[in-house]
């Protein structure tokens, strides 16, 4: 069993790097790949506790992007170093954050709730993002939970939210191939939703965009919904890629690995399939 999409602390996960290895290490995963959003640190301080612990550690990342007005995750996978012209690229998105963060503790003052930017970033370490905002909000108990947090103020359609630097998918997708990536479309299912059976018609339009592959095992996916993940992947020559989305206590139920009560067990030879691609790719 692997898993490829996980969060540390570096952004808004509640394990250290170092607690995410052992973690991995005790749930016997043949592969950890971690994925923050918008920064390689967690990564690169699992690096010499993976090498110790005899772990196989990928580099990911996740992006939050914009197809027309949707938010669109995208994973990225980096089987040799990313270039550094995309590491300078996710600094402009952590310079971009850190304004919207001012911006929105601001607006959230405005509404009569007391709540700095210090307090928030106290609470991220690399980045800081909405839910850490929702911590906050929750602790102060200006909030029941943290999804009322999000419906409440911090959802995008909500009155305290604003907006951030975010490419649009296809710019997305350019950037990690361009740092020698592989890019692959994070939980398909939340897009699934809102487009209902067009979802394989936007796979093809992304693969056009240079799409390599989509996140057919997730938590969110039941096997059927895997199964036809799958199906339609094979059918348009895209790769797979699979993971939790593991972020520790901020997702309770979601276990390194397994997802929600066992519904993930993602065989090593979705890994071998995704190197094998990169290869044939880059080299
Ligand atoms: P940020 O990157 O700081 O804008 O925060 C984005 C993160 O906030 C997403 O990755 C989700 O984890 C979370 N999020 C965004 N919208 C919602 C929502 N409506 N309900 C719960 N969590 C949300
Ligand atoms: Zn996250
Ligand atoms: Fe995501
Ligand atoms: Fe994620």
Known sequence: ???????????????????LVRAAVDARLEALGISDHDT??????????ARAAGLELICGIELSTKLGSRSVHLLGYFFDP????????LGAMQASRRDRNRR??????????????EEVEARGRSITGRPHFASVLLDKGFVGSRQEAFDKFLDESAIAYVPRLEPTLEEG??????????????????????????FEQAAREMRAAGLIAIEAFHSDHDPKLTGQYLEIARRLDLAVTGGSDFHGEAK????????????????RQVLEDLRRRWWCRNY
């Open 1 to 19: 069993m692997i898993d490829l999409h996980t969060h540390t602390n570096e952004s808004d996960g509640t394990c250290t790097p170092a607690e």
């Open 40 to 49: 390689f640190a967690g990564y690169e301080k699992a690096v010499p506790e």
């Open 82 to 89: 990313p270039a550094p012209a995309f590491c300078d690229y």
């Open 104 to 117: 929105m503790a601001e607006r959230l003052r405005s509404l009569g709730l007391e709540v700095t930017l």
């Open 173 to 198: 997708i350019r950037r990690i191939l361009g740092a020698g990536g592989i890019p692959s479309l994070a939980h398909p299912v939340r897009l699934g939703k809102a487009a209902g059976d067009q």
């Open 252 to 267: 309770p139920r979601v276990r390194l690995g397994s997802g929600y009560n066992g519904n993930l067990n993602i065989p």
